[in-house]
């Protein structure tokens, strides 16, 4: 099916500016407002400084600018300072069909460089707001078979290595 297509600023503003960034030596273990920045974790660390609480109303997109990374957030939250930008998806868009559409996009081999620069450029389909919301159930769906089927590989692994330790140290 072809739908029309849109510039990336009709379907998002970037909104990283004007928030304070915490850096990665101040991250706490355990704290109230959980950090999040471009690492492959959803949450990186965590603050109880209200300073640094990101001042948006959720849902927004967080991008990895280095790594790549895209993060659906939709609770409070403070940012990681080192290449994070927090999008927020425009009205008449549907926030998690765009969170899937930009985990699609494909980036040429640029190490360890800024992509927004590529982000920016990207068209993204539009389709009618029912639509994509159709489109984003189907493929959070596919994210959590997808997520239950990693977590049955970990188990069966720790059951294999269970049985060869059992069976080769004499405890079966």
Do not use: C
């Not at 030596?25 to 400084?49: F, M």
């Not at 159930?137 to 290595?161: K, P, V």
Request: aromatic share 12%; glycine share 8%.
């Amino acid at each position: 099916m072809t739908w029309p297509m849109a510039q990336f600023d009709e379907a998002i503003i970037d909104i990283t500016r004007g928030n304070q960034k915490v850096l990665q030596r101040n991250y706490l273990s355990e704290g109230a407002i959980p950090i999040i920045d471009q690492g492959q974790s959803l949450v990186g660390g965590y603050t109880d400084n209200l300073e640094f609480l990101h001042q948006s109303e959720g849902p927004v997109i967080v991008f990895g600018d280095h790594t790549k990374v895209f993060k659906y957030v939709d609770f409070p939250f403070a940012m990681g300072a080192d290449g994070v930008k927090v999008l927020k998806v425009q009205s008449g868009w549907d926030s998690i069909f765009v969170y899937h559409f930009l985990r699609s996009v494909q980036f040429p081999a640029l190490g360890y460089s800024r992509h927004f620069k590529i982000l920016k450029e990207k068209t993204i389909p539009r389709p009618p707001i029912d639509e994509q919301r159709r489109i984003a159930a189907l493929l959070n769906h596919a994210d959590d078979l997808y997520a239950r089927g990693l977590q049955m590989l970990s188990l069966s692994d720790e059951l294999a290595m269970s049985l060869r330790s059992r069976v080769f140290h004499g405890e079966l």
